[in-house]
């Protein structure tokens, strides 16, 4: 089992940048697929980002390919998302989640991962 706990959320302007860090604790991150995951008030919760267990394969949303990017350090156990060019769409509570099926490629499904942060708060100004 292992345990995530979200970091770096704030508030920023549109256009402005945010990393947020996902630091686990208990089994080591290397045995899952990561992800990145978001729901903003009144929806469901939505993909945002993937990474397989050593980094070769990152998968993005559409509506934040080429702003956000996704990464890992196995070594540190955690997981960061750096987001460039904030939109006011992108508010939102952002979670990082876990998914013990090394044998896929990062899914978009929320109920693919089993494991999940607190969540952290992500609003844009506009």
């Known amino acids: 089992q292992v345990h995530l706990l979200e970091s770096g959320g704030g508030l920023v302007q549109a256009g402005g940048s945010l990393t947020l860090s996902c630091a686990a604790s208990g089994r080591p991150l290397s045995h899952y697929i990561m992800g990145w995951f978001r729901q903003a008030a009144g929806k469901e919760r939505e993909f945002v980002a993937g990474v397989n267990r050593f980094s070769s394969i990152t998968y993005y949303a559409d509506s934040v390919k080429g702003r956000f990017t996704i990464s890992r350090d196995n070594g540190k156990n955690t997981v960061d998302l750096l987001m460039n060019n904030l939109k006011f769409e992108d508010t939102a509570v952002y979670y990082c989640?876990?998914?013990?099926?090394?044998?896929?490629?990062?899914?978009?499904?929320?109920?693919?991962?089993?494991?999940w942060g607190q969540g952290t708060q992500v609003t844009v100004s506009s």
């Open positions: 989640a876990a998914d013990p099926d090394v044998s896929s490629i990062p899914r978009v499904q929320v109920n693919a991962y089993d494991y």
